[in-house]
């Protein structure tokens, strides 16, 4: 099974819960982090069942850990199927990362060795999950504070990803621009290396600036460069359908929608600009 969105939504938080229930949220579909609703049966479940009667869904992950060497766990992937089997979404995306290893799981998004071996280890994991569902899923692109030696460039890796596994991308445009001001890479490169075919879903952020690097941390407005990076991604896509994350001091909706709003304006502005050269 292979869905799509279309369209600006934004990431379904807590405080807006009573707006996406009613319906009243001017979106156009709506993201939630599946672990919080991988639960049996009760209220969590109850409030995003409402919530999905109204927009189409986006479950995006933060634990299966397609790169971890001993695989993606069966309990994991049969609890996300329930959610999935129940909440019919339009799309199931995680992480390009990983997160375990055995038992311990480290709660963070940790990032790969840009190498054939991983690769092998990420294409696998990403086979039996896409089997698991029965759907190609959306990975996403991380966002990184440290590099190891690789035989390949993220795009790269991800484009060869893509090509053996039949998987889609979520492309984070703010995680490009916070890994290529981290590492010193070119993010122009990074979007012109890109499977665009392949691209079902953008998300835009901000991010905090620490004493030596960026750091994701998802609690800003998107900054003028994530806006000028989008347009440049839109410039070779064309339309793509765009969320905004804000997972920390979360603003009213009505801030929130206005942001979104931006983000039609630049996205019908610079189709309209492209199709008109």
């Not at 934004?10 to 609703?37: C, P, Q, T, W």
């Not at 969590?44 to 766990?73: E, I, W």
């Not at 129940?86 to 199931?92: D, Y």
């Not at 003028?224 to 070779?236: D, G, K």
Request: glycine fraction near 8%; proline fraction near 5%; include cysteine.
């Amino acid at each position: 099974m292979t869905s799509s969105l279309s369209g600006f939504g934004l990431g379904m938080r807590r405080e807006h819960y009573a707006a996406y229930v009613d319906g009243s949220a001017k979106v156009d579909f709506i993201e939630v982090i599946s672990e919080n609703f991988m639960v049996e049966g009760g209220r969590p479940l109850d409030t995003l069942f409402k919530a999905r009667s109204n927009y189409p869904l986006a479950l995006h992950g933060v634990s299966l850990s397609v790169g971890s060497a001993d695989g993606v766990r069966s309990d994991y992937l049969e609890r996300l199927r329930q959610l999935v089997d129940l909440m019919e979404p339009a799309v199931v995306s995680d992480h390009l990362c990983w997160t375990r290893i055995g038992n311990f799981n480290s709660h963070d998004l940790l990032p790969l060795p840009m190498t054939e071996e991983a690769l092998q280890v990420v294409c696998a994991n990403i086979g039996r999950a896409q089997d698991a569902l029965g759907r190609a899923m959306l990975f996403e692109n991380p966002s990184s504070y440290i590099a190891f030696p690789g035989a390949m460039t993220e795009w790269e890796f991800l484009a060869e990803m893509v090509s053996r596994t039949g998987c889609r991308l979520l492309l984070d445009v703010n995680n490009i621009h916070v890994s290529a001001t981290n590492h010193g890479f070119d993010p122009i490169a990074y979007l012109d290396g890109v499977p665009w075919r392949a691209v079902g879903q953008v998300h835009l952020a901000g991010h905090s600036v620490g004493q030596t690097m960026l750091i994701d941390t998802h609690d800003q407005p998107v900054p003028e460069c994530v806006w000028q990076l989008y347009a440049a991604a839109l410039r070779r896509a064309g339309d793509l359908p765009t969320m905004i994350e804000r997972d920390d001091n979360i603003p009213d909706l009505a801030e929130l929608i206005g942001e979104l709003d931006t983000a039609r304006e630049l996205h019908a502005e610079t189709l309209a600009f492209e199709a008109a050269a």
